[in-house]
């Protein structure tokens, strides 16, 4: 059971990425906006669909579970999350960006598109608990955050285009 839902889980992370490309590929406008509006629309499809019933339902309930309040935290990490992702997919959409970068912003992108798989194995074999891996998620996400935010400031500083729509 957990092999299927290792591979679905890849499925999905896979159409994760292909989704995130589609969108900024497609929209017309400067590079920062469609950052924002992919990856936070994205955040947003993936929490309506996957977490606002179980948290609507289960959190107006009497009794107080800590699974809400998770359920809360890994929101909040998917948001961070689908921004990095849709900052990867665009400067690795970009024609001037260079050569060497490549290789790290495809890494970091295999990396995002894997790392809930990564995280249930992790889990499974340390047997860690929900907010262990919880934990791991914040400092993976922020990790790989601050990376591609390093990326996208000398990418934006080196093409002297902060602000400047004509190289978005």
Known sequence: SSGINAEYGGAV???????????????????????????????????????????????????????????????????????????????????????????LIISLLLLCSSKQTLLELLGTLFHFTSFGILSINVMVTLLVGLVATHLYINLCIQDNSWGNPKYH
């Open 13 to 103: 992370d896979l159409f994760d990425l292909v989704g995130l490309f589609v969108i900024i590929s497609q929209q017309i406008g400067r590079g920062d906006l469609k950052i924002l509006v992919a990856g936070v629309g994205w955040a947003m499809a993936e929490l309506i669909s996957m977490r606002l019933l179980p948290l609507w339902v289960g959190a107006r309930g009497i009794e107080f579970s800590w699974k809400y309040i998770q359920l809360s935290f890994e929101a909040n990490i998917s948001l961070a999350h689908h921004i990095v992702m849709a900052m990867l997919i665009w400067m690795w959409t970009r024609n001037n960006i260079e050569k060497s970068v490549l290789p």
